[in-house]
């Protein structure tokens, strides 16, 4: 069973940066590499949404609001991933996740492992 815990939220100005982390364990980093991973946020009065993926292939996919900005990374041997804000906009308010999936390609809907989010507020 993957847990997940995420961290680095808080209050920024426009234009400013924030590093998110998300803490796995339950799991080996070997076998976490055999997992997608993803960022997703949930901003007030909008539907979920992936900003961040990484797929078994060790590619990370971004969709066109966040590209540029965010960067997914992560730590094998403290099987810890990371979330690079930079440029943040007050549209980016909104809790931030992190979760996996087994599944072959990474299709959204199967995700079933999340952490409890972390609150991400960018004033003006």
């Known amino acids: 069973q993957v847990h997940l815990v995420e961290s680095g939220g808080g209050s920024v100005q426009a234009g400013g940066s924030l590093r998110l982390a998300c803490a796995a364990s339950g799991i080996t980093s070997r076998n976490l590499l055999n997992y997608c991973l993803g960022w997703f946020r949930q901003g007030p009065g909008k539907e979920r949404e992936v900003v961040a993926q990484?797929?078994?292939?060790?590619?990370?996919t971004y969709p066109d609001s966040v590209k540029g900005r965010f960067t997914f990374s992560r730590d094998n041997v403290k099987t810890t991933l990371y979330l690079q804000m930079n440029s943040l906009k007050p549209d980016d308010t909104a809790i931030y996740y992190c979760a996996a999936t087994q599944e072959t390609g990474c299709p959204l809907g199967t995700f079933g492992f999340w952490g409890q989010g972390t609150q991400v507020t960018v004033s003006s």
């Open positions: 990484h797929g078994i292939d060790g590619r990370a």
